[in-house]
Structure formats: C-alpha cells, structure tokens
C-alpha cells in the first residue's frame, strides 16, 4: 500500500513538472512569437471626432477601447493632407524626400528608392496586406504590390467618387466591391488576418471616411439625421459649421468605429490579441468645421486643428492600459516605433526623420524627448519645437499654455522665434527642395503586363475638353469633340515590345466613326469608334450632403486602338479626335497598356 502511494506521489509530481515544463515552453514560444501588427488609418477624421476625446455628439465605443486598454500618444502630429501622411508613416521620413507633394496627378507617388515600413517586416517573414485607400501611387511598382505589400484591395487614387459596390483593384485586377467601401474593406482584411493567423502579419487598413463623398449606409445615417448636435465648432465668424455635413460625417465614423470593432472581436475569437499590436491614427484634420476642442485650422492648414491626431497603440500585456505619452511626435515616428516593437532591423536608420517611442510605450523610458517637428503644404510650413509653435506667419505660440493659439508670444522669445525661423528657411531649401515633381508615369513594368493611365494623371489641353469634375481623383474627360484638343500624359517604357492600346470611352451613336488618334513618341495608331456606349451618371442619390468636388462615376466601354512596338525610354503618350461625327463629342475615362508576349 506504501509503494503504491509513493508511485502515485512520483506520478503526481512528474505530471506537475511536465505541466511546469510544457507552460514555460508555451510561455518561451510566446515571447519568441514576433507580434502581429494592425494599423488603422482614417480619412479626414478630426482631433475631436471622438467619445473618448469628450465629444458628446458622436459614439467611438471601440477606438475609445484601444486608449483604455492602450497608450495615447497625446501630442501627435500628421500632415494637413492625405497622400503626405500615408507617405510619412510608411517610410519614417518627411514626405517631401520621398516625393510625395501633392493629392493628384502624380504628385502623390512615393519615389521608388524609399523603404516602406511594408519592405522591412515582409523580409523579416511578415505577410502583409493592406485594404483600403492606397494613394501613393498607381503604376506599378508605384502600386501597393510594388511598396512590400502581397496583398492589396481598394482603391489607388485620393478618394473615389462611390462607396457602395464600386469598382476597386485586386492586387491589380479590378473587381466590383460588395456593398459599403468601409465594410468591404473590413471583411477582406479580417479574411487576411484569418488566413495568415499562424505566423506574424501586418495589416494595413486605410478607410476612405469620413472624406467626402458623404454616404453611409441607412442604418447609420437613421439613428444620427436628428440627433441633437450639444457641441458645436469653436471658431471664428467666418467658419460657421453646417450641421448637416456633421451629422453626416458622424454617421460614417459610427460606421468605422463599428469595423473597427469587428476587427478588434476577430482577434479574440482567434486568440492572437495579446500577439497583436493595433494602431490607430488619422490622416489630417477634420473635412469641415466641427467641434474640434477650439483647434485652429481644419483639413489643409498646418496650424494645430489641420495637422493633430490622436495616436493610439494597444499591446495587451506589454503597453500599459490607460498609459499616457506626451511626447512630442508625428507620422514619420510611426515606421521607428513598430520595427523596435517587432525587433525589425532597420538598415537605413540614420536617414530617418523620425524616433522610436517603443522605450516609452514599454516603460523603458518616461523622459520626453527634445526635438524639431515640420508640417508643410502648398509651401507653407510650420515647425513645433518641444512646447512651442511657429506657425506659417512665422508667429510663436506656446502650445501648452495656448493650444488654441490665441496669443502669439514672439516678442517674448525672440531668440527662440529667430532661431526656429531660420530652421524653417533651411528646412524649406533642404527637405522641400530635395522633391521631384517632374517623373514619368511608368508603362510596361516586367512584374506587370498591364498598365492603366487613368484620367487623374492626365494633361487636357484644346478649347474644349475637361475634367468631369474640379478635382482630378477618379474624374474623366469629358466635352472632347475638338480636333485640337489634346490629352496627353508624360510616360516612361520600361520594357521594349509589343503593346495594344485600350481605351475606356463613352460616346453616344453620333459620334460612332470618330476616330481616335494615339501618338506614342513616334509611333501613331487611329481607330475608329466601332459602338457607341451610353450610361448614366451615379452617385448623388447616395449622397447625405452635397458633394465636394468629387466626380460623379459610371461606366465605360472599352476598345482596343490597335497594337505598335514601343522601345524603351521616355516620350509623350498623346490622343486626339479625327473626322468627328458629332458635336457630341467623347468622353474618356483611361488608357491601358496590355504588353503582348514575344512572338
């Protein structure tokens, strides 16, 4: 009877060891685990625009979770305008060294020299993705495939004209979206994060909303269309709030907040959020004046309420819950930050514009760090320094005493407001300087055999054609029935051969005949318009508040102008009209590229 008991006690305690051993390998096999990384990124949503901020108006119950459960990074910084940030964060350097100085026609593009925070964690065995607005390119390798990213679904351009089952790109193919843009885009990167949950992954998810145009589905719009609005844009005179476009854009970031919660109950449902890293951030201020806790300025200034954003990052288990930062820091401090959190090795470092906030966020560290921080658009540049701001007047302000900028304390501190003048004169000949405003648009990429120019990069010039639209994203050209209106775009061939050329056209019978005349550098195709194609413009139905500059879409027919052989290198790719039929004229959404195969 004794030796049976004592073969149990053995028995009891070699099971207890191996339970020990088998939870200390498990726990070593998590801490080697490299964490996933989840990124959101909003399109126009303000400072203010939500619960957690205290703003009454609106309901944020899933992003206010992730500055519960997480790190705010109170005093963060992006640029006043989309296309700048999204350049800033995905390389860590000011946008202007990566070329990225504009919103349209090709000034969004990132140059090609410039590791994406996407190039590092994919070669450190990351899967990466992202879902949603792109809008650093278009061309491949501009395009998102080209940047580090295996996985890419949405849109390239700066906004799109539709948010209900548009047509999007699929890692280069199009493909008709299914139901709401914000939605669609959550259900392809929880398929992503589904599909790559065994192995560290990145996921990039860029939303559209609250940017115009404003729609939003029926469920959302119901509960806020006679919501009583409590706080109200504190402004001047001149900036009256229009409460419409409020509760409208209220609506849509309902909508967001209600994806991102969809993501953030994936990840517990699949055990991987202690493994997770989740970010959110906005892209500039709000896209009109709204409550934005008494901030100067809106989307497109650099004072504080065009350039301030919330950042928030959750790490359960290794950032604190409620931890605060105040350390001054903006977008390029984003690429930094991840890859230490990761222990991704970052070989270009030094030619970074941005630090790493991985000591404060895990505990390492609570001193702030001294340094320099430049906004800049359209040439107008401001500079934070520590506490203090000097705005495009080049006027000091103290942002801890003033963040408002009510009162301007130059004459206070001269030394100081000489001394960051003449920072931001340097940095204006250095930094904006250094951008190329001038490549080509890139046609025939060997990793592509197709290439698309669509109408947003394109040059009108005659006394008659133009765009759809007064802003150039997703327009088309329409009233061409000239024969000296020209449409060109500047190209560059990368790979010599045979090329047939496409069209995307709409054009009533009337104008069936017309010819449409392609000079590529030397090489000229015509053709005529075999069919007519016909369709009806869309989108306004849809809209909860006028739209702002943004084109309405429809659908375009598509023939073929022929094929030539084209031989590498840079020239002009220019149409025109001959014989034309009708007064009618044509409209033209693109132009494709298709490289034929040797033979």
């Not at 705010?72 to 296309?83: D, G, I, K, M, S």
């Not at 658009?377 to 000097?390: F, I, M, N, P, T």
């Not at 302000?397 to 004459?411: E, N």
Request: include cysteine; hydrophobic fraction near 35%; charge should be negative.
């Amino acid at each position: 009877m004794i030796q049976q008991r004592l073969q149990t006690v053995k028995m009891l305690a070699l099971t207890v060891a191996m339970c020990l051993v088998f939870g200390a390998s498990r726990e070593i096999r998590s801490q080697e685990r490299m964490p996933n990384v989840v990124v959101f990124l909003s399109d126009d949503q303000g400072w203010g625009d939500f619960s957690f901020q205290g703003n009454t108006n609106l309901k944020t119950p899933a992003i206010d979770s992730l500055a519960q459960q997480g790190a705010l990074v109170e005093r963060y910084y992006v640029c006043p305008v989309c296309a700048p940030t999204r350049a800033e964060f995905l390389t860590g350097r000011y946008h202007p060294r990566g070329s990225a100085m504009g919103v349209t026609e090709g000034l969004e593009r990132l140059d090609l020299d410039e590791v994406t925070i996407a190039d590092l964690l994919s070669k450190r065995g990351y899967a990466t993705g992202v879902f949603g607005k792109w809008h650093n390119g278009s061309q491949y390798p501009y395009h998102p495939n080209g940047r580090g990213f295996q996985e890419f679904y949405g849109f390239l351009s700066g906004h799109w004209g539709e948010y209900f089952d548009p047509l999007l790109d699929h890692n280069g193919i199009p493909e008709r979206g299914k139901g709401f843009v914000t939605d669609d885009f959550t259900s392809h990167a929880i398929e992503f994060i589904r599909g790559n949950r065994a192995k560290p992954f990145f996921c990039y998810i860029a939303y559209n909303t609250p940017h115009s145009p404003m729609q939003v589905p029926d469920e959302y719009f119901t509960t806020v269309k006679d919501r009583e609005i409590k706080m109200l844009h504190q402004g001047r005179p001149k900036e009256k709030e229009d409460l419409a476009m409020t509760r409208a854009a209220i609506a849509m970031i309902e909508n967001m907040d209600s994806n991102v919660g969809r993501v953030l109950e994936e990840l517990k449902k699949l055990e991987i959020e202690k493994d997770t890293i989740v970010v959110y951030f906005n892209d500039n201020g709000p896209n009109s004046f709204r409550w934005n806790g008494g901030l100067k300025g809106r989307k497109g200034s650099v004072d504080e309420g065009g350039v301030r954003s919330p950042l928030l990052i959750q790490w359960p288990q290794k950032i604190a819950a409620g931890l605060r930062i105040k350390q001054l820091s903006g977008a390029v401090d984003l690429l930094p930050t991840l890859c230490d959190l990761t222990s991704t090795e970052i070989p270009h470092r030094e030619k970074l514009d941005g630090i790493s906030l991985a000591p404060q966020l895990q505990g390492e560290s609570t001193d702030t760090v001294s340094r320099q921080l430049f906004t800049q658009w359209a040439g107008k540049v401001a500079l934070r320094e520590d506490d203090y701001l000097l705005d495009e007047q080049g006027e000091l302000f103290d942002l801890i005493k003033d963040a408002t900028q009510q009162k301007a304390i130059s004459g206070l501190e001269p030394e100081r407001t000489e001394r960051m003048r003449a920072a931001v004169k340097n940095w204006k000949m250095e930094v904006i300087g250094s951008a190329d405003t001038q490549r080509p648009f890139l046609v025939g990429h060997r990793q592509r055999i197709r290439t698309e120019l669509p109408a947003q990069d394109g040059k009108a010039k005659g006394g008659t054609v133009k765009r759809s639209a007064p802003a150039p994203n997703c327009s088309y050209f329409t009233n061409w029935k000239s024969e000296s209106d020209r449409i060109a775009w500047d190209i560059e061939v990368l790979e010599s051969g045979k090329y047939e050329i496409f069209i995307e056209y709409a054009a009533p019978t009337e104008s069936v005949g017309t010819k449409v005349r392609c000079e590529i550098g030397a090489k000229v195709l015509e053709s005529e318009l075999l069919r007519e194609f016909v369709s009806e413009e869309r989108g306004a139905e849809k809209d909860r508040f006028p739209r702002n500059g943004e084109s309405l879409m429809k659908d375009f027919g598509r023939q073929s102008l022929g094929s030539a052989e084209l031989v590498s290198g840079r020239c002009n790719l220019t149409l025109s009209l001959r014989q034309i039929k009708s007064e009618l004229g044509v409209e033209l959404k693109s132009v494709e590229l298709i490289r034929k195969s040797n033979e």
